[in-house]
Nanobody
Framework: QVQLVESGGGLVQTGGSLRLSCAAS????????MGWFRQAPGKEREFVAAITWSSTTYYTDSVKGRFTISRESAKFTGSLQMNNLKPEDTAVYYCAASPTAREVVKQANYNYWGQGTQVTVSS
């Protein structure tokens, strides 16, 4: 089992920044990818970013150049630095862990999920 806990969400104005953190515990050696997903009100959950054990990163197009994903090499912990936030970034953000580096955008490949943290960007 792997337990994931997100933190760092909150309310910010357009153009502001937030840093989300994901802390993992348990059998983290089985997880090779950390991903971030988000779900806006009335919408399906979508891929935001992912980072592999070798630090290869992936981003959805709408956050490229604004968000940066990182992780600590010795632990399955990481963060999502979000800059120049926009109202359309408002969502609940979830940290997730996957045992495979294939198709990192695919939610079904992630077997552990955090409870989520709310990010609200006011206009």
């Amino acid at each position: 089992q792997v337990q994931l806990v997100e933190s760092g969400g909150g309310l910010v104005q357009t153009g502001g920044s937030l840093r989300l953190s994901c802390a993992a515990s348990g059998r983290t050696f089985s997880s090779v990818v950390m991903g971030w997903f988000r779900q806006a009100p009335g919408k399906e959950r979508e891929f935001v970013a992912a980072i592999t054990w070798s630090s290869t990163t992936y981003y959805t197009d709408s956050v490229k150049g604004r968000f940066t994903i990182s992780r600590e090499s010795a632990k399955f912990t990481g963060s999502l630095q979000m800059n120049n936030l926009k109202p359309e970034d408002t969502a609940v953000y979830y940290c997730a862990a996957s045992p495979t580096a294939r198709e990192v955008v695919k939610q079904a490949n992630y077997n552990y999920w955090g409870q989520g943290t709310q990010v609200t960007v006011s206009s």
